[in-house]
């Protein structure tokens, strides 16, 4: 029973450590793909961010029913029922 125990415990370690050495590898390789990509990665990032943000000033001018200023020459500032 104690040679099964041990027997067991030497394959169950080395299939252990086979794995987490395989585990390495996988995530290492995909890392080295990503940053391959890291500045297109990096623009669509900016990009989203950007489009969330319009998209929240459009939500909200629509949830306040804000309207777009109108741009003159003159050096005047004219505020209709601001808030």
């Known amino acids: 029973m104690v040679s099964d125990k041990s027997d067991m415990d ?6 252990y450590s086979t794995i987490v050495d395989r585990e390495i590898e996988i995530v290492q390789g995909l890392l080295d793909e990503i940053l391959v990509q890291d500045t297109a990665i990096s623009q669509a ?10 998209l929240s000033f459009a939500d909200a001018s ?9 741009m003159v020459e003159d050096n005047v500032i004219d505020i209709y029922q601001g808030r």
């Open 10 to 15: 030497m394959h169950i370690g080395d299939l």
């Open 45 to 54: 990032c900016h990009v989203c961010a950007e489009l969330d943000c319009l």
């Open 62 to 70: 629509q949830a306040f029913n804000y309207r777009r200023p109108i």
